[in-house]
């Protein structure tokens, strides 16, 4: 059975399937790569020229980052992240830029991210783009019934396992299984694919790095954000997206001639994205780069 999987709702010919929910994610996640692409992500640094040169060929542009394993480095838990000074300072940078619309796309809760990063006139996007500038997340009342019921499930079924913890984000949960040992992982991803079958006409399951992220449908995810922003934008805006894991790869695919990049990139990677970075020490190289030459 095929519950739900990254590029559930996905626009603008998002591949289909993804169905790797349920098994370990291999310490990055993973996503099919876009149909009709198959050429391996590039170096951003190695193809700076072509990317400039894309960059250049505009004059307004819209730059959105996830946040965790892009930004800042994977921790076993989520509040032992730490943003780095350099970050922040090159996210004020960009944001003075009147040209730039700026936005951090991430999984966590809004004010989290805000109250992290800090930055003012940066855009924050919670939970997969559903908490957004001056607009706060609401479901149906039976998603958040199904939610409701789900998470009590998946706590009492799951919660036992070794190295797995659910975190409650009010209109989602997540399973984290990075602490987990493979097997251990695996069989909790089985008995989730289980626990989650009486709701799976309402909530999906975005597979994130070693974290299965529990939604209700009507927040399809980050790509659904990025679209609504980039319709309210200048034709001809030139988009760079940057994001580490499987819920980035829905709007890698939506923006196949855009500049996509995918943090973390190995070799066993499957990925939509046109350039890759090996860490996010990598990202901030490149948004300063970026960053001066969009003055
Ligand atoms: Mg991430």
Same mark, same amino acid.
């Given at each position: 059975?095929?519950?739900?999987?990254?590029?559930?709702?996905?626009?603008?010919?998002?591949?289909?399937?993804?169905? =790797?929910?349920?098994?370990?994610?291999?310490?990055?996640?993973?996503?099919?790569?876009?149909?009709?692409?198959?050429?391996?992500?590039?170096?951003?640094?190695?193809?700076?020229?072509?990317?400039?040169?894309?960059?250049?060929?505009?004059?307004?542009?819209?730059?959105? *980052?996830?946040?965790?394993?892009?930004?800042?480095?994977?921790?076993?838990?989520? /509040? /032992?992240?730490?943003? !780095?000074?350099?970050?922040?300072?090159?996210?004020?940078?960009?944001?003075?830029?009147?040209?730039?619309?700026?936005?951090? *796309?991430?999984?966590?809760?809004?004010?989290?991210?805000?109250?992290?990063?800090?930055?003012?006139?940066?855009?924050?996007?919670?939970?997969?783009?559903?908490?957004?500038?001056?607009?706060?997340?609401? *479901?149906?009342?039976?998603?958040?019934?199904?939610?409701?019921?789900?998470? =009590?499930?998946?706590?009492?079924?799951?919660?036992?396992? !070794?190295?797995?913890?659910?975190?409650?984000?009010?209109?989602?949960?997540?399973?984290?299984?990075?602490?987990?040992?493979?097997?251990?992982?695996?069989?909790?991803?089985?008995?989730?694919?289980?626990?989650?079958?009486?709701?799976?006409?309402?909530?999906?399951?975005?597979?994130?790095?070693?974290?299965?992220?529990?939604?209700?449908?009507?927040?399809?995810?980050?790509?659904?954000?990025?679209?609504?922003?980039?319709?309210?934008?200048?034709?001809?805006?030139?988009?760079?997206?940057?994001?580490? /894991?499987?819920? /980035?790869?829905?709007?890698?695919?939506?923006?196949?001639?855009?500049?996509?990049?995918?943090?973390?990139?190995?070799?066993?990677?499957?990925?939509?994205?046109?350039?890759?970075? !090996?860490?996010?020490?990598?990202?901030?190289?490149?948004?300063?780069?970026?960053?001066?030459?969009?003055?």
């Amino acid at each position: 059975m095929k519950l739900s999987s990254t590029t559930d709702g996905a626009e603008g010919g998002a591949t289909a399937g993804g169905g =790797r929910y349920g098994t370990p994610a291999g310490g990055n996640g993973s996503a099919p790569r876009s149909a009709g692409r198959n050429a391996l992500p590039r170096s951003a640094f190695r193809a700076w020229p072509e990317i400039r040169a894309r960059l250049r060929a505009a004059n307004r542009w819209a730059v959105f *980052v996830d946040f965790d394993g892009t930004l800042a480095r994977l921790r076993s838990r989520p /509040d /032992d992240v730490t943003v !780095p000074l350099g970050v922040k300072r090159v996210l004020q940078r960009l944001a003075r830029n009147a040209n730039i619309f700026i936005a951090i *796309v991430s999984g966590r809760r809004r004010q989290n991210l805000r109250d992290l990063i800090g930055v003012e006139r940066v855009h924050y996007f919670g939970l997969h783009g559903a908490e957004r500038d001056g607009e706060q997340a609401t *479901v149906s009342r039976e998603s958040a019934l199904a939610l409701e019921s789900a998470k =009590r499930a998946v706590r009492r079924e799951l919660g036992p396992f !070794p190295g797995i913890w659910i975190e409650d984000k009010g209109l989602a949960f997540s399973v984290h299984h990075r602490d987990a040992h493979a097997a251990e992982s695996q069989s909790a991803g089985a008995a989730l694919v289980t626990l989650l079958a009486p709701w799976k006409d309402a909530l999906h399951v975005l597979d994130g790095s070693r974290v299965w992220e529990i939604l209700p449908k009507e927040i399809p995810g980050k790509h659904a954000a990025v679209g609504r922003v980039l319709g309210g934008l200048p034709a001809g805006t030139s988009v760079v997206y940057a994001g580490d /894991d499987g819920t /980035d790869e829905p709007a890698f695919a939506m923006l196949p001639d855009q500049i996509t990049i995918r943090v973390g990139y190995t070799r066993n990677t499957r990925t939509g994205a046109q350039f890759c970075l !090996p860490s996010p020490a990598y990202v901030l190289r490149f948004l300063t780069r970026l960053e001066r030459e969009l003055r």
